[in-house]
């Protein structure tokens, strides 16, 4: 397995290729901790690509500087590795994730409505039942696939419920979410993934349609008979945002918890810690958040020249924000390398920052904390049944498999 030694360059290491991560694996942390202080604004080539490379931002304040401002700083033309290499998002100007502006601030207005936590209460309270029932039934059976028996059904089910998706495509859903964004393996193409993203935006152009028709209390019947201006919202604005609450809703919670699982069995004194009550929910949450940081990178264009740690950013220019380094910055973390469910302080970027920080936030971090409630109660120890499998992307972090055994608690 590889490592980074001091010996090694930095710029033989390809933040493009997904197989960097899992090579790497348990010396990622060090990793960064060198481009932090070696090279904090770092230029990456991209070989064999008509593209002429980018800037990596390590450094948290750094990063923190390049969320917040969007004057000098777009997402119009992408926001992730995957997009801005190929020059833009087809979502550009319609979905939220990468607009900007006036626009930005209504759609985001619009949908803020929906995701405000008065409106959650009900689907919060859902989510602690689903969490609690899921649980109990995996302690029930006593081995189980983590991932796939337990953290897959919490968030896609509440994202369904909020959108309002029928129980009976649910799992049809999930299947496409995965392949959208991540490979379980690397035999997956970026043509498997393309053609997902398509299936999920055909399915929501249908369901807008018959939301239209019949309204009910959910996103898709917002976004469907919202105006902005006395005018509706384009299909494409309908069914890009309806793709980027599944997607965002999604695996940002089911990849935390299931790495909470696998961390809780790592680190022995903090499940003793969070079962015995020594730490609370909502910092072990945020610890969690912080640790496993699931969304490894987000990314922007320059609009203006603009300099960044001595080092100058030319429009154009594409600039990652690397939140797996941020996360683990000595400058801001106390023994950051350390797994601490006390932890407080804790002003991880994992949901990003700014004006495009995430509308789920509240959200997850209540089904982080529904989970880490329901395993203090029903569990008294988790062991490895297995392997687990860690998915094969260069913009997530976490696992598709965690086989455990389960010992329940008296």
Not at 83 to 110: C, I, P, Q
Not at 144 to 168: K, N, R, S, W, Y
Not at 222 to 242: R, S
Request: glycine share 6%.
């Amino acid at each position: 397995m590889a490592t980074v030694t001091a010996a090694e360059p930095l710029t033989g290491i390809d933040l493009t290729d997904p197989q960097t991560f899992l090579d790497r694996k348990g010396a990622l942390v060090p990793m960064w901790s060198r481009f932090r202080s070696e090279s904090p604004v770092h230029w990456h080539p991209v070989e064999g690509r008509q593209v002429p490379g980018f800037w990596v931002l390590s450094r948290y304040h750094d990063v923190m500087d390049v969320y917040r401002d969007n004057k000098r700083f777009t997402s119009e033309r992408g926001n992730v590795l995957a997009t801005l290499l190929e020059g833009g998002d087809s979502a550009s100007g319609r979905m939220l994730a990468v607009t900007d502006g006036r626009r930005h601030r209504e759609l985001r207005n619009l949908l803020l409505k929906a995701f405000a936590p008065r409106v959650l209460e009900p689907v919060v309270a859902g989510v602690r039942r689903r969490a609690d029932r899921l649980v109990r039934e995996a302690v029930a059976r006593g081995d189980c696939d983590f991932a796939q028996d337990v953290a897959e059904h919490i968030p896609m089910a509440t994202i369904a419920d909020l959108l309002g998706v029928p129980a009976e495509d649910r799992d049809y859903l999930l299947s496409l979410t995965k392949q959208a964004l991540s490979a379980e393996d690397a035999g997956q193409s970026a043509e498997d993934a393309l053609v997902a993203r398509n299936e999920l935006l055909l399915y929501f152009s249908e369901l807008a349609e018959d939301r239209r028709d019949d309204p009910r209390d959910d996103v898709v019947s917002v976004l469907a008979t919202a105006t902005i201006d006395g005018e509706p919202l384009t299909e494409q604005e309908i069914v890009f945002n309806c793709y980027s609450v599944i997607i965002g809703g999604d695996e940002t919670s089911r990849l935390s918890m299931i790495c909470a699982m696998r961390e809780l069995i790592e680190h022995p004194e903090q499940w003793r810690r969070l079962k015995s009550g020594e730490v609370t929910v909502e910092t072990a949450v945020e610890e969690v958040l912080r640790w496993v940081t699931p969304a490894m990178h987000f990314g922007r264009r320059a609009l203006t020249d603009v300099e960044i740690g001595g080092r100058q950013i030319r429009a154009g220019d594409v600039v990652t924000l690397w939140n797996s380094s941020a996360n683990y910055d000595e400058e801001v973390f106390r023994d950051p390398e350390v797994f601490d469910l006390g932890r407080t302080q804790n002003k991880h970027v994992s949901f990003g920052y700014g004006p495009h920080f995430c509308l789920g936030a509240y959200l997850g971090r209540a089904e982080i904390a529904a989970l880490l409630t329901a395993l203090r109660t029903h569990v008294a120890e988790a062991v490895p049944a297995g392997p687990a499998r860690p998915i094969h992307s260069n913009f997530l972090h976490g696992y598709s498999s965690l086989p455990v055994s389960l010992r329940p608690a008296r």
